[in-house]
């Protein structure tokens, strides 16, 4: 066993043999910590587990007393002076239920252990309402006040006072200290949960009281807080006893006191505390709710507000993202109205992958809707006309009730800031075009060409005159004639170019429509009527039946070829079947290719009357009725009963073609148009 060791243990038991001992043979006593200590505790007062002595909790309306357990002589006889004392003890005041200050505690000299219950905290458990001030009393007390109580005569919330038989203090002070090398006192926070010291010594001989508060880390102020002169013999008997004492608030606001060790002497300066073996505070809820108020609550409302903006910027970014335009008048049309969320899930987006191709009125995307799985191409339109639309979006939507296996079915549209989406059926085998000119994915035959040549004929006649009302669809050609499975040719778009008529769209001739299939009237006038339509109609047989555009477009603007200039010569040469498309060989009834080339001259006649009605067209290509010879096209014109005895001569025709032709290299002062009409 080590010295030190048998130190600690002689120590130990000379602590506790002094403890047992009889009063007069008391000198002092010292506390590190309450664990082992045998006080005499009533009330609220308790030592918890670790060894700190509370006096009081938050209950309400009660006291708290702790008593060093023996008796103490503070005289030599009952009527001799009283001894001088001194004491040490480390306390802390903790608030536990509000930032208000409780109340406070009091160092206690009293005759009884058995002081008041009465728990109003202005008497601090030291005396009640009757014997407070009562001469009988011989109390003495060092309080450390943190509430001011008016009726007590208190300076303030946080003020050390001397008390004799009274709460009412002889003298107080606002707690504070005077360190040793400072000329001015600090004030201090007596119910801050700070631990703090207290000294009380009495000189007996000096008759004099000093007290003196500091904080834990400094050393004992030479300078008191409070110095009384006062005889405390008449105060003090012969046996008192030594302890603290609290009285919990009637309010909300209860704090907990702890002293955390205590030394006492009688006739000499109390032994220094040990500070570093104090037992340690809890921590306290208090603190815990304040760590919450001060970083938590705001990290929390941090984090909130910021979950909350970017919904916010979230729900605005897919409003904004989904956002489409939708007026009163459009209400009717509910079933033809996709929303815009539908076509942009329906299109991953409108994502390039999906992309089935661009032409002069937009982009094509293929999508799947999710409602009905069902297969569709959204034609976007950027449009930023809002007169007209009105119109425009009846005329969409009658159309969308057009009903005809040549005609691509039209779903219903959706209309955005600037945008227009048109929903048509999915076609699976794309445009005609993709089949006719460059690398084609494969070449029709003749008969699948005329075929599908019979079904926009018969496409066409159903929207000039079998529907209820005429409908020109203004922008025939092979690039807007679809596919289906089964090959059948379904014309696509229609009343696009309409929308033109109304709104602007600054890459386009006021005349909408694709170059090549523009009737030279239309150019003129801008009139759009079903000759028209038959003309552009005619410059689709041409194509179909050579494989070329009606504008092979070369380096040099002369070499530039019409196709409808090309298969006239060739037809003035004698050999009209020299146009027929290559890729095709023989492979092909000539009677049959003959006459669609002729059907497709007559048709770009430049003259309207000459040219032939739809209905006319579809008994030509069914053979019912035989074309009428181009030579003799002067009394053909009477023969196709045309009304007008205006004699249109055969010479006319090589110079209507011209006309078409003046009016091209006019029209085409740029490439851009070319490249703006496909
Ligand atoms: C206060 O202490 C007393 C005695 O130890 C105990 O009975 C009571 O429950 C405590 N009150 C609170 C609020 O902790
Ligand atoms: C504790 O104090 C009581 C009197 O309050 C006494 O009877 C008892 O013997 C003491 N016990 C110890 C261990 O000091
Ligand atoms: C009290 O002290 C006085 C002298 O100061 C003495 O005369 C008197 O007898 C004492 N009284 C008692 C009860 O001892
Ligand atoms: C304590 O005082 C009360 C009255 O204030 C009394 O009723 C009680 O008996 C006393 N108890 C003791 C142990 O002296
Ligand atoms: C002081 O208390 C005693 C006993 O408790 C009582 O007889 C006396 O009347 C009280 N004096 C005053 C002034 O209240
Ligand atoms: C001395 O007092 C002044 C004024 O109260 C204070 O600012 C300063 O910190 C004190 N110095 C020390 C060492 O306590
Ligand atoms: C200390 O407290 C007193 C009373 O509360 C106040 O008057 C004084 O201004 C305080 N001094 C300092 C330095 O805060
Ligand atoms: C009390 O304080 C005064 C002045 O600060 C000092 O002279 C005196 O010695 C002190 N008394 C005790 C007992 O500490």
């Not at 047992?20 to 000198?27: F, M, T």
């Not at 006889?77 to 903790?94: L, R, Y």
Request: contains cysteine.
């Amino acid at each position: 066993m080590s010295l030190k060791l048998v130190t600690a243990i002689l120590a130990y038991f000379l602590v506790h043999i002094v403890v047992g001992a009889a009063a007069s043979d008391d000198v002092g006593f010292i506390f590190q910590g309450f664990q082992s200590s045998n006080l005499s505790l009533d009330g609220l007062a308790t030592v918890t587990n670790n060894g700190l002595l509370r006096i009081t909790n938050t209950t309400k309306f009660r006291t708290g007393h702790a008593f060093y357990p023996n008796p103490i002589n503070f005289k030599s006889t009952h009527n001799s002076s009283a001894f001088s004392f001194s004491t040490q003890f480390v306390f802390a005041i903790v608030p536990e239920v509000s930032r208000v200050n409780g109340p406070g505690i009091a160092f206690v000299i009293a005759p009884t252990r058995n002081l008041t219950e009465v728990g109003f905290s202005q008497f601090l458990g030291l005396v009640d309402g009757n014997t407070d001030g009562n001469q009988t009393n011989h109390v003495f007390a060092v309080e450390l006040d943190t509430f001011q109580h008016q009726e007590v005569e208190d300076i303030n919330a946080n003020h050390v006072g001397i008390d004799v038989n009274s709460v009412k203090s002889i003298v107080s002070s606002p707690a504070s200290y005077h360190a040793n090398n400072n000329n001015s006192f600090d004030n201090l926070t007596l119910s801050s949960g700070q631990r703090m010291q207290l000294w009380v010594e009495y000189d007996g001989a000096d008759r004099r009281i000093n007290v003196t508060l500091a904080p834990i880390a400094a050393a004992k102020p030479h300078t008191p807080l409070l110095s009384l002169t006062y005889d405390l013999s008449p105060i003090l008997k012969q046996t008192m006893y030594v302890g603290f004492s609290a009285a919990s608030s009637p309010l909300d606001m209860g704090t907990s006191q702890f002293v955390l060790g205590w030394s006492f002497r009688v006739n000499g300066v109390a032994q220094a505390l040990d500070l570093s073996r104090l037992p340690k505070l809890p921590r306290f809820g208090p603190k815990k709710v304040s760590k919450f108020f001060t970083v938590g609550l705001p990290l929390i409302c941090i984090l909130l507000s910021l979950t909350l903006t970017s919904g916010v910027a979230y729900y605005l970014r897919r409003k904004w993202k989904y956002a489409e335009v939708l007026e009163e008048w459009e209400l009717a049309y509910g079933p033809h109205r996709f929303k815009y969320k539908d076509l942009y899930v329906a299109t991953k987006g409108f994502t390039e992958k999906l992309l089935l191709g661009e032409g002069g009125f937009g982009r094509v995307y293929k999508g799947i809707l999710t409602t009905n799985k069902v297969e569709v191409a959204v034609k976007k339109v950027s449009h930023h006309a809002s007169q007209g639309m009105k119109e425009f979006v009846a005329e969409i939507v009658s159309i969308g009730r057009l009903s005809h296996r040549n005609l691509v079915p039209l779903l219903g549209y959706c209309r955005r800031k600037g945008e227009l989406l048109l929903v048509y059926e999915f076609m699976s085998k794309g445009s005609l075009d993709s089949f006719l000119f460059k690398q084609p994915k494969r070449t029709l035959n003749w008969s699948e060409r005329f075929r599908v040549i019979r079904g926009v004929a018969s496409g066409l006649l159903y929207l000039h005159e079998e529907w209820e009302q005429v409908v020109i669809h203004r922008d025939v050609k092979a690039s807007n004639v679809l596919l289906d499975d089964e090959l059948n040719g379904r014309l696509g778009d229609f009343g696009l170019a309409r929308l033109y008529d109304h709104g602007t769209l600054p890459q386009t001739t006021h005349v909408a429509g694709s170059l090549g299939y523009l009737a030279p009237e239309y150019s003129r006038t801008g009139k759009a009527t079903t000759s028209t339509d038959v003309y552009a109609f005619g410059a689709f047989l041409l194509e179909v039946a050579c494989g070329r555009r009606p504008i092979e477009t070369r380096a040099e603007p002369e070499e530039n070829i019409i196709l409808v200039d090309w298969v006239f010569s060739c037809w003035k040469a004698g050999n009209i079947l020299q146009a027929v498309d290559q890729k095709l060989g023989t492979e092909y009834v000539k009677e049959e290719a003959e006459m669609v080339l002729k059907l497709g001259l007559l048709c770009s006649h430049s003259q309207p009357k000459i040219r032939p009605s739809m209905r006319q067209v579809l008994l030509y290509l069914d053979g019912s009725v035989a074309l009428p010879d181009l030579s003799p096209l002067a009394m053909g014109i009477s023969a196709f009963g045309l009304g007008s005895a205006q004699p249109a001569g055969f010479e006319d025709i090589p110079s209507s073609f011209a006309t078409f032709t003046d009016q091209y290299f006019l029209h085409s002062v740029a490439d851009s148009i070319l490249s703006g009409g496909r």
